[in-house]
């Protein structure tokens, strides 16, 4: 069967599994709309987290990020890791003995204040809505380069999936149907990382293979080919880095803390019975991840040496049929500039600007005619990031049902994610907004009601999102960590760790970690984007990597204003007495919300 | 118990708990900060396999412990409850 059909095939499989888990699992209580009722075994707790946490970023684009960027890359492997550690240590146990709804209830309990609850409401919306827009416009990308279908069809067909398990199931039918989405999305990543390990070093697990010789006799090691490869080719050598030592720092730590207080995260740790169970669960979420968090480094080094071997000293008139098919849909560009019909792939951009601008009409060779200038350096190709996990099956000449694969994997990771984060928005108007602060009298009845007519609401604006990608989005999805580092994370954990903590230093500590951070970024993203280079930077931090300082900002201000104010009132502090400890006077959701 | 008596055993229960947690979290810093980043080019001098260590640290080792961290925090923390009888009911 050819790989269009299979792709059609797996797809549409995929997502009749997805619809069947939302009949079988609808929500009709309030407390199953917005944490599955408290009854989500710890084990497919963690298979939903890891399915919620990984993104169409970490499926489609991680692994080439890494591939560029070689040894940088740890950035995003540690720092998509180690948020766990803190989360598990330091939040998780604790939100799930408050037994609530959310990290607004959190907030607004705590520090015993409807203000503090807005601002956090705020900041969930806020944070929430940028990553959401990245996934709708995933889902429309994978639906386009494998199925044929213009993104504006894939992004409404996406929609009405997520619109189906969301609305209806609720968290209980989002939980259960991102197992299912793990187990997708991780076959759909492994099995070409398997299948390449093999070809390439002989070590059928990938993250072994990677520190393995080369099968082709040699006896080296691959890593090492790799360095040697990329430094002749005048690039920097796989296994070195660009980014300075303290960037590297802040841009890891924003990362930690931030994923460690994204609400979408965090909420799924409200599902579980016990405190014992979200403890373990974290455990559990971390070996799902780390399965393909390992991998992916893999997959970048076998993919950087397959694209180097295969395209450098490549005559384009011999180009095999992936490479024209990714030149057409625009991840590629070939600028001749020495005229000899050969690709020769090398270090530095090969044009000005970096992304191709495709003119009309084909050259001497059959190759796209590009707008761009090009630079003095010898590099003729550019090649987007994107490419590598989505057309290496291609590049390694795997057989279609692999490459069919890919597209069910990508949509899965892309989907779980964005149901994840919709459901924490729609909770956030009909518990946060509306019972909690402005309605407090509507039945659980009107509140669920509420809930579903929000999740709606609020899949057409992620869809219109995705449609209509405002010019910001793209930029301000990988800050939405460094908002959540620089908010949430200080005032949760001072809350939790921290009896004195109280309401005036929460939310003065909230605004300035939020507005320092989302100024810095702003400054350099848009105001002043010519500036965005270490000589302007502070202490050389990049914007990416500004949150870990608004999160120290954070933590300071609440210090000494607290210092300064009233300590909270008794009952706050018996009930920070009270989560530390995970027996006696806690009652599970499913009793408390009935 | 006496409400002095149970006051005293949930401050010991707290000290015992922030102690395993610092000591683990010892761990995580020192094997993503430290030896993944701050020391990763003289540790890359070492080797593991095909790996230059500090390579290896920062995108695979790390994350083994960190996995490994959150299981040990997981069993030490029941154990604790256990220990000052703050565990859940069944």
């Known amino acids: ?594 | 118990m006496s409400r002095k008596v149970s006051e005293e055993n949930s401050r010991a229960y707290w000290r015992a708990n922030i102690r395993l947690m610092l000591v683990l979290l010892a761990v995580w810093f020192t094997v993503s900060f430290l030896a993944g980043i701050v020391f990763v080019d003289t540790l890359n001098g070492f080797r593991l396999f095909g790996y230059k260590l500090g390579f290896w640290f920062s995108q695979q080792g790390s994350i083994y412990f960190f996995v490994v961290l959150i299981f040990l925090y997981a069993w030490g923390m029941n154990a604790i409850d256990r220990r000052f009888g703050v565990e859940e009911e069944e």
């Open chain 1, 1 to 594: 069967m050819s790989a269009q059909l299979l792709t059609y095939l797996f797809v549409g499989l995929s997502f009749v599994l997805y619809i069947g888990i939302a009949i079988w699992s609808r929500s009709s209580s309030t407390s199953e709309f917005y944490v599955a009722g408290g009854g989500v075994s710890p084990l497919a707790n963690g298979a939903a987290t890891a399915a919620d946490w990984m993104s169409a970023a970490s499926f489609l684009s991680m692994a080439g990020i890494i591939a560029f960027e070689g040894a940088d890359g740890a950035r995003y492997l540690m720092g998509w890791t180690g948020g766990y550690v803190l989360l598990a240590l330091l939040l998780a146990p604790y939100l799930r003995k408050f037994a609530k709804f959310t990290v607004p209830d959190f907030v607004g309990d705590r520090y015993y204040s409807r203000t503090a609850r807005l601002v956090a409401v705020i900041c969930v919306i806020f944070i929430s809505f940028t990553y959401v827009a990245g996934q709708m416009r995933g889902v429309g990308i994978v639906f386009s380069r494998f199925l044929e279908v213009d993104i504006n069809s894939g992004v409404t067909i996406g929609m009405a999936i997520v619109f189906f398990y969301a609305v209806l199931g609720g968290m209980k039918g989002i939980t259960y149907t991102q197992v299912a989405q793990y187990c997708v999305l991780i076959f759909a990543y492994l099995v070409p990382a398997i299948y390449i390990s093999i070809m390439l070093t002989g070590n059928p697990l990938p993250m072994f293979g990677l520190g393995d010789t080369m099968n082709d006799g040699s006896g080296a090691y691959l890593l090492d080919k790799l360095d040697g490869l990329t430094t002749e080719l005048g690039m920097t050598a796989f296994t070195s880095g660009n980014k300075s030592t303290i960037d590297m720092l802040f841009i890891t730590a924003a990362l930690m803390a931030g994923t460690a207080g994204l609400p979408h995260v965090i909420v799924r740790f409200f599902t579980v019975p016990k405190v014992r169970d979200a403890r373990i669960s974290a455990g559990y979420a971390l070996v799902f991840i780390a399965l393909l968090y390992t991998t992916a480094p893999a997959v970048a080094a076998f993919a950087r040496m397959n694209i180097i071997n295969n395209v450098d000293g490549m005559a384009y008139a011999e180009a095999p049929g992936w490479f024209s098919k990714w030149e057409d849909s625009g991840l590629i560009a070939w600028s001749d500039k020495n005229a000899d019909g050969v690709v020769q792939y090398r270090g530095g951009d090969a044009l000005i600007p970096g992304k191709p601008i495709y003119a009309d009409g084909r050259g001497d060779h059959g190759e796209r005619l590009l707008g761009n200038g090009v630079t003095p350096g010898a590099n003729e190709l550019y090649i987007d990031r994107d490419i590598i996990v989505l057309a290496h099956p291609e590049i390694a000449d795997l057989p279609n049902w692999v490459v069919a694969l890919v597209a069910a994997g990508g949509l899965a990771a892309a989907l779980s994610t964005a149901a994840g984060l919709l459901l924490v928005i729609s909770t956030a108007v009909s518990h946060d907004l509306m019972k909690k602060t402005f309605m407090p009298r509507i039945t659980e009845r009107q509140e669920l009601f509420a809930a579903r007519i929000a999740a709606a609401f609020a899949i057409g604006i992620a869809g219109l999102f995705g449609i209509y990608p405002p010019g910001f989005v793209a930029q301000v999805v990988a800050f939405a960590f460094g908002l959540a580092a620089a908010s949430f994370f200080p005032v949760i954990l001072l809350g939790i760790f921290y009896k004195r903590m109280n309401r005036e230093a929460a939310i003065t500590g909230m605004i300035t970690g939020l507005a320092f951070t989302f100024g810095y970024i702003v400054y350099f993203k848009f105001i002043s984007p010519g500036d965005n280079n270490p000589s302007h930077w502070w202490f050389g931090i990049s914007p990416e990597g500004i949150g870990t300082l608004g999160m120290l900002l954070n933590f300071l201000v609440s210090l000494v204003v607290c210092r300064f104010t009233p300590p909270p009132p008794d009952e706050v502090q018996a009930m920070v007495e009270n989560i530390r400890v995970p027996g006696g006077g806690g009652t599970t959701q499913a009793k408390g919300a009935k």
